[in-house]
């Protein structure tokens, strides 16, 4: 709910207007004129109200009493004058939120502690299961979780939206100390959520959104959502407190991966921030290695040594290297989009099922990952499903305009730094022995690649090592033809004329009408 600044002047004089109608009309006022100065929080009003003796506990549409907004305002004096009036403290709204609940939210630890002395119920719950402590977990006063358990609070309650905990919130929020006192009250560390429901969470008019934690997926522990968010601290609690290091979540994502997975695209032109939340991440995988994490393991379809390729983290490669991370492990699933998926749709798009770490780092241009898989024995030869084979991937071959090789959406008009890290990439390949003429399941060859970049280098590199300029693909294309006649590729037209014209001089086949 929005606090809305008012101006308590002009709220009186509207409220005695009220008043006055409203005696002339009924005889006396009732308790939801009470409610409603409590809500404006004008005390003139408040202090008639009550010395006129209203009733209390008179709910609104929504069943909120006086004590409701008072707790919401965070209002003591007027809170302990409604309870010596009467007031009830486990009053519920029509969502089941109580005045201890909104306490909570606002982590305030003085309402909080007079609510329970006034008889509030600690384990009371809103409808969607959500309690006063996961509120307070939430927030991260520690007083107020304190409290809260002392007074009865259920510490392994789940509400009912995701089946998360209060210590899985804590640990979200990074609230170090909440998430000790809950484990020092028996918090489970080993509590899972189920696997992932599309139902929508139901937002109350006070609490917001049931779930506090980004990116909420099935199979959950509070140690998946430390490494999902790089919160060392609390993942260093749990550990200590018996959770698995290796933990993973419903779709095989172990923590070690969540950890890379959700650190954010490193580009030429990052902000500022997602650098910040890159280096988070990368040092919470380095703190799983740490204790004992597995690189090898690839329940997701994937190993954490794919993920640090993808995600940049070049100075992680050698450490999950030296822990015994399989430099040829193979693709088993897409590796999640870094960004909006658009491809080549052109109905060739590589198919990346198969692929090793050093694939991909050959497709990113990734040249240093490149060369610290190679020493501990990656294969360069090894293709995916479809045989697209490394040198295909690092000419271009599933380069789309507008964006760069991470899937980062640019529109950048000079590409010149792909085209420069495409070169490296492709040249080490070369002398790795890939085959230059090797064609994938859609008859593309690494020259395909260079033209889609629309580079007379990289088509000048490839002809240089003996490139067959007038292979054809699967739709009977040539690279001449793509470069000169052009195809729609990514939802628009192109055309890429210095690479068809270096085509042509170099001897391509030119007797397709143009």
């Known amino acids: ?96 939120t109580t005045p201890l609940l909104l306490a909570s939210v606002n982590g305030s630890a ?34 107020v979780v304190r409290a809260l358990l002392d007074h009865g609070a259920a510490v392994n309650a789940r509400e009912s939206t995701h089946g998360q905990t209060a210590l899985m919130w804590a640990v979200a929020q990074n609230h170090t100390a909440s998430v000790q006192a809950l484990l020092d009250r028996g918090a489970d560390v080993h509590a899972r959520t189920p696997p992932r429901r599309t139902r929508t969470a139901v937002s109350g008019q006070f609490a917001g959104s049931e779930c506090c934690l980004p990116n909420c997926v099935g199979g959950f522990t509070a140690l998946l959502f430390a490494a999902q968010q790089g919160h060392i601290e609390p993942a260093r609690l749990l550990l200590a407190s018996g959770a698995d290091v290796n933990d993973t979540a419903a779709d095989g994502s172990s923590a070690l991966v969540l950890a890379i997975d959700s650190a954010p695209v490193v580009s030429e032109r990052v902000a500022r ?69 658009v491809g080549l749709q052109n109905g060739l798009d590589v198919n990346t099922i198969g692929a090793t770490p050093f694939w991909l780092a050959a497709s990113y241009g990734d040249v240093e990952s490149m060369r610290l898989l190679l020493k501990s024995g990656a294969d360069p030869t090894l293709s995916t499903s479809d045989h697209t084979t490394t040198r295909m991937v690092a000419a271009g071959l599933d380069f789309v305009d507008g964006e760069d090789k991470y899937g980062v959406r640019t529109f950048d008009q000079d590409i010149s730094h792909l085209v420069s890290r495409a070169r490296e990439a492709v040249a080490l390949c070369l002398d ?24 007379p280098a990289l088509v000048q590199l490839l002809a240089d090592h003996g490139a067959r300029l007038d292979a054809k693909n699967k739709k009977g294309q040539t690279p001449w033809t793509v470069a000169a006649i052009g195809e729609y590729r990514a939802g628009s037209f192109f055309t890429k004329k210095d690479a068809a014209d270096l085509l042509e001089q170099l001897g391509a086949d030119t007797s397709v009408p143009r």
Do not use: C
Request: no cysteine.
């Open 1 to 96: 709910m929005t606090r809305i600044p008012v101006k308590t002047s002009a709220l009186s004089a509207a409220v005695a207007v009220f008043l006055l109608s409203a005696t002339d009309a009924h005889g006396a006022p009732d308790g939801r004129d009470l409610t409603e100065a409590v809500k404006a929080r004008d005390v003139q009003a408040v202090r008639e109200l009550l010395r006129q003796r209203v009733d209390v506990n008179t709910p609104l549409a929504d069943k909120t009493t006086p004590l409701h907004w008072a707790s919401h305002w965070d209002d003591l004096d007027t809170a302990t004058t409604l309870l010596r009036a009467g007031a009830r403290a486990n009053a519920a709204d029509d969502d089941g």
């Open 273 to 341: 921030n997602a650098l910040a939340s890159h280096a988070l991440q990368e040092a919470m995988a380095r703190f799983l290695l740490e204790r004992g994490a597995d690189p090898t393991l690839h329940g997701s379809g994937r190993t954490a040594l794919h993920s640090a390729v993808q995600r940049k983290m070049s100075r992680l490669v050698p450490l999950l290297l030296e822990r015994g991370a399989a430099p040829n492990a193979r693709l088993e699933r897409r590796l999640p989009s870094l960004s909006r998926d």
């Open 110 to 143: 003085p309402m909080v502690r007079m609510l329970l002395e006034a008889g509030a119920d600690a384990a009371l719950a809103r409808r969607t299961g959500v309690t006063p402590l996961m509120m307070a977990a939430r927030t991260g006063n520690v007083e």
């Open 432 to 455: 790795q022995g890939v085959d230059v003429n090797g064609a994938n399941d859609n008859g593309q060859t690494a020259l395909f690649g260079a033209v889609y970049m629309g580079s």
